[in-house]
């Protein structure tokens, strides 16, 4: 049974830091793209940051581009997503995915979901 568990503190001021992680079991982790997509209340999900394989190629939403930066590690079958200069409408609640197209950037290209964490940032 494939499972996906993010986890990461949920509340913080605008202009600050926060570490979100997502750990991968029941596949083999270092086959999959996996990214982080974000559903604000009342907007569609966007798709935020996305990683290849190995970790070699990002790609990443003009929205968050310069401020958000994702990373893996294969060995621990977890991949993190470190978001900083954060801003209110950076406010949502996010999931991790895993699929095997890279760059994918639609839902059904994923074939596994996290259960979501809520970030909230204050301003």
């Known amino acids: 049974q494939v499972q996906l568990v993010e986890s990461g503190v949920g509340l913080v001021q605008a202009g600050g830091s926060l570490r979100l992680s997502c750990a991968a079991s029941g596949l083999t982790f270092s086959t999959y793209v996996m990214c982080w997509v974000r559903q604000a209340p009342g907007k569609e999900r966007e798709f935020a940051v996305a990683?290849?394989?190995?970790?070699?190629?990002?790609y990443y939403a003009d929205s968050v581009k310069g401020r958000f930066t994702i990373s893996r590690d294969n060995a621990k079958n977890t991949v993190f997503l470190q978001m900083s200069s954060l801003k209110y409408e950076d406010t949502a609640i996010y999931y991790c995915?895993?699929?095997?197209?890279?760059?994918?950037?639609?839902?059904?290209?994923?074939?596994?979901w996290g259960q979501g964490t809520q970030v909230t940032v204050s301003s």
């Open positions: 995915a895993a699929g095997k197209k890279y760059v994918a950037l639609r839902e059904y290209e994923y074939d596994y």
């Open positions: 990683i290849d394989w190995s970790g070699a190629s990002t």
